[in-house]
């Protein structure tokens, strides 16, 4: 925790040795620490912040939907996964933003085209995750259930589920960074009403400098906090991985 | 009621390579034998064979037995074998919970009583990570004999156990083989273990692997520690070791 203060001071010392070059475009730390509270307390704002967040949950609990599935008939049927590791790999070299348009075409410019766009790219990392886990799983933990007589639903139910979890988590928690940066990214396209993206993009057309790096530094927080929940339910969930 | 096993002209190949050729061997209802041969000569290959896991072979390996054969399999992995996110009672209720499963009191009483033939002096609220490996390899035990199984086919049990557990673990072994009298199948790389146990001892030749000697052990069960200073035992293990020598050439 020392070292992690440590850190924390030396960054903010070189952000401020940063300012001086250009004290216009680089605010100090202390302008965008003191714009914070005024953000926070802005009901514009915090209705960004609101639209922002629903958006990425609805993305992220669609790709969850969707993947799941897919990724366990994937993982348990090795030519089927052969046939379509492929696609998978070349969607997950595609930047989703890059498809966005895309699904503005078919979706229109209200909230479907985002969610889908971040909902997607999350749906291929953690399908992907998900089949690589199930299909690395511990022969000798299904030979056991294997002896015992289980059937298919018993060995998902007590085996791969369970040596699934630690890839399934490490999915989740790229996907949902995958869903905020598709999210906030998509926001910054015209026709956004509200949204933490389209905010950064107007302080940016006002040259609201500190507000800008204000509302960059929220996005970071939410996107932070979310990743270490998920860290945190993995450790509780998940306890026996890597012992 | 224990398993019958005959085996006729078993052969097995993996990856292009003889492993098992011609192997022929008969084992008699409520028997222990053990498997003792040089390393890479199918041992556990064959117990995968019998236990059906590896259903590819030629040949024929007939089971028989008056009741449904109930199959328990401690894999010489058995640190794999053990679920980590469940904790030592529950991994030992696995079994009780494939197919026609019981119901929570009846779990309870069948591991209590587990718990009681092995003596078990450990913490089944733990989980397998938090024991030692001789622990693990108690708790692989108790769960392949929580089901009563009339054949139990067990891959080097005691290899990763110092000598008190090692010893304690088999009297486990005859203690359950008192009670229920199953047909087990042992591979072992020690000559002690084998003679200590082993109604018959199967001495596999080198690749491509056949039955090179059974050396019968005539001596009733339970053997106690006492047998283990016995000048018997002493013969059968020099006999075990001469069979050995012929094999390896040592």
Aim: proline fraction near 4%.
């Amino acid at each position: 925790m020392k070292y992690r203060i440590y850190v924390a001071l030396i960054l903010i010392t070189i952000w401020q040795l940063i300012h001086y070059l250009n004290t216009f475009l680089i605010p100090s730390p202390y302008a965008v620490i003191k714009v914070l509270p005024h953000l926070l307390s802005d009901p514009l704002v915090l209705v960004d912040i609101r639209s922002t967040l629903i958006r990425i949950i609805e993305a992220f609990i669609i790709s969850i939907c969707f993947a799941v599935p897919v990724g366990l008939i994937l993982g348990r049927f090795k030519k089927l996964y052969s046939s379509v590791s492929y696609i998978l790999d070349f969607f997950r070299s595609t930047p989703a933003t890059a498809i966005f348009p895309l699904f503005l075409i078919m979706f229109g410019v209200g909230d479907i085209a985002k969610v889908i766009s971040a909902a997607f790219a999350s749906f291929i990392i953690i399908t992907f995750n998900l089949a690589e886990g199930i299909r690395h799983i511990n022969k000798y933990k299904l030979l056991t259930l294997k002896v015992m007589g289980a059937n298919n639903m018993e060995m998902i139910q007590k085996v791969i589920f369970w040596e699934s979890l630690p890839h399934l988590f490490i999915g989740l928690r790229n996907g949902i960074s995958t869903s905020v940066i598709v999210i906030v990214v998509t926001e910054m396209f015209v026709g956004t009403v509200s949204g933490i993206g389209k905010q950064i993009v107007d302080y940016q057309i006002t040259y609201e400098i500190p507000s800008m790096y204000g509302m960059i530094f929220i996005i970071g927080t939410i996107g932070y906090l979310i990743n270490r929940s998920i860290m945190y339910l993995e450790k509780n969930i998940v306890h026996w991985h890597n012992k | 009621m224990s398993v019958a096993i005959e085996i006729k002209n078993l052969g097995k190949v993996i990856a292009g390579k003889e492993i098992i050729k011609d192997l022929n061997l008969s084992i008699s209802p409520g028997s222990i034998v053990s498997i003792f041969g040089p390393n890479g000569t199918g041992k556990t290959t064959l117990l995968n064979l019998i236990s059906g896991t590896d259903p590819q072979y030629s040949g024929s390996i007939k089971k028989e037995c008056a009741q449904r054969i109930n199959v328990s399999y401690i894999f010489q992995n058995y640190r794999d074998s053990l679920l980590h996110w469940r904790n030592g009672r529950e991994n030992i209720a696995l079994p009780l919970e494939i197919g026609d499963s019981k119901d929570q009191i009846e779990i309870k009483e069948v591991i209590d009583e587990i718990a009681l033939i092995l003596d078990l002096k450990i913490d089944l609220s733990k989980y397998p990570y938090q024991y030692s490996g001789g622990q693990q390899q108690i708790l692989s035990f108790a769960r392949a004999i929580v089901t009563k199984p009339n054949l139990l086919l067990i891959d080097e049990p005691f290899s990763a156990l110092d000598y008190e557990n090692n010893l304690f673990l088999r009297e486990c072994l005859i203690g359950y083989y008192e009670k229920y009298k199953p047909t087990i199948i042992i591979i072992t790389h020690s000559i002690e273990e084998a003679v200590h146990l082993s109604h018959d001892i199967v001495v596999f030749s080198k690749l491509p692997t056949h039955v090179h000697e059974v050396i019968k052990n005539a001596s009733p069960h339970p053997r106690g520690l006492d047998y283990l200073a016995s000048p018997y035992f002493n013969d059968l293990k020099d006999k075990l070791l001469a069979s050995f020598r012929d094999v390896t050439h040592i």
